[in-house]
């Protein structure tokens, strides 16, 4: 069935979140019955990219921006080689995309990945909720499954498994090595840790003269050592922080032998773990292409990309002692004050809690892996890379490297 067939046919949908709240509207994408945590992304363009970010695995998203799907779906922009999300959220998706890369409607990309999603839903009021009670569990149902009483629904709802607690990563990363080349001229090889990586991230390593090997979540030390890496990176995710053992433990291992190391989002809160600090859940997390944070080394504002819904518990105006010396929080949030990235100053580590690689956008922070590179370089001057200027040539692609990740 068509989208235009779905809506003339009226199917009905329903979200009904864990604390008992629903909301009505139309099936969009596969009929049936979907549930994950309910969260919003305040971003108003990359939405194909959101959707196969593999750290929304097991979420509902809730768009913000009211007007979703008018430039299509082309297979030049996804983030992996599949929908990662649970279940799609929007107020008034597109009768029909205008783009000149278009090649299917976003209804019929999700109904043909099995994506379970609803439309004409009040998503500023559901927002504000989210907002308010926090991010939770919630259920789309469409079709037959929409006709079961209120009652009913909330129990499938209440008997999902939550977000805290969930041991993620090893779900979505790849099973098997493989190799993104460098763009030109090599100059230095890392080992990527999978635990979520989006295909943009080692494409921007690429631009920058690297050879990445990403490795699975489970990769061993030994692995990661067989590739003589010049620096180590750990990549974005899914999950709960605090489940991730084995993560924590590779990277202290790095950290032991003194390897450049870099962290995003999950990574980041694995770095943070490392070092011996907590992880806490937020109320309703970071999620979009417009958060503000603060380069505390610099006081430059940057506007970044987002998705997390866990944070570092670290001294935000301290230098803490760590087993690997000194550490303090380099960025922080300007919305909440949540901690945004983290410097290691007597070894070569850092990390932040956003995303740089960026796709489809803002590429204010793209410098930090030029901040990578002068690490591995040894022209930091033993400040890693502190004062790294923003490079004023980055280049913007939009083809991400896609590879087979474990359906």
């Known amino acids: ?42 971003g108003m363009t990359g939405y194909q990219e959101t959707l196969t970010d593999p750290s929304y695995h097991r979420q509902v998203v809730v ?31 597109a009768r029909r995309p205008s ?5 299917r409607t976003l209804d019929e990309e999700l109904a043909a990945q099995g994506v379970v999603g609803i439309s004409g839903v009040d998503t500023r009021a559901l927002t504000r ?13 469409s079709g037959d499954a929409a006709s079961a009483d209120g009652a009913a629904l909330l129990e499938r709802v209440l008997s999902a498994p939550a977000m805290k607690g969930a041991d993620l990563c090893g779900e979505v990363a790849t099973r098997e090595r493989y190799t993104v080349p460098a763009h030109g001229t090599k100059r230095f ?37 067989a590739v003589r890496p010049d620096g180590v990176f750990f990549s974005n995710g899914p999950g709960d922080p605090a489940t991730a053992e084995h993560p924590v433990a590779l990277m202290r291992a790095v950290m032991e032998r003194g390897t450049p ?26 999620r979009g292409v417009n958060q503000p ?21 670290a001294p935000l105006d301290t230098v803490s002692e760590t087993p690997y010396g000194r550490a303090e929080v380099s960025h922080v949030c300007l919305n909440d004050g949540v901690v945004e990235g983290l410097r290691l100053l007597d070894r070569p580590a850092f990390s932040v809690q956003y995303h740089p690689e960026a796709a489809a956008g803002p590429h204010d922070a793209a410098y930090l892996f030029d901040r990578f590179t002068a690490l591995m370089s040894g022209a930091a001057d033993g400040e890693h890379g502190r004062n790294e200027q923003h490079s004023s040539n980055e280049q913007h692609s939009t083809k991400a490297h896609m590879e087979d990740r474990r359906a």
């Open 1 to 42: 069935m068509t989208s235009t067939d779905r809506r003339a046919a009226g199917s009905s949908a329903v979200l009904v979140l864990e604390d008992g709240r629903s909301f009505r509207g139309h099936a969009y994408g596969a009929v049936g019955q979907t549930f994950g945590e309910a969260v919003f992304n305040t």
């Open 63 to 93: 768009m913000t921006a009211p007007h979703i799907g008018n430039t299509g779906v082309n297979d030049e922009d996804p983030e992996s080689a599949r929908i990662w999300v649970a279940g799609y959220v929007v107020r008034d998706p």
């Open 99 to 103: 783009n000149w890369r278009s090649v």
């Open 129 to 141: 909720h989210l907002r308010e009670r926090g991010a939770m569990r919630a259920g789309i149902f």
């Open 189 to 225: 090889t890392v080992a990527a840790v999978d635990l979520g990586i989006k295909g943009m991230t080692p494409h921007r390593m690429a631009e920058r003269g690297i050879e990445v090997h990403v490795l699975p979540a489970d990769a061993s030390v030994e692995d990661v050592y």
């Open 261 to 286: 190391l870099f962290g995003i989002c999950f990574g980041n809160q694995i770095l943070g773990r490392a070092l011996g600090f907590g992880t806490f859940k937020l109320k309703y997390g970071h």
């Open 293 to 313: 944070v603060q380069d505390r080394a610099t006081g430059k504002v940057e506007v970044t990309a987002h998705n997390h819904g866990f944070a570092v518990d």
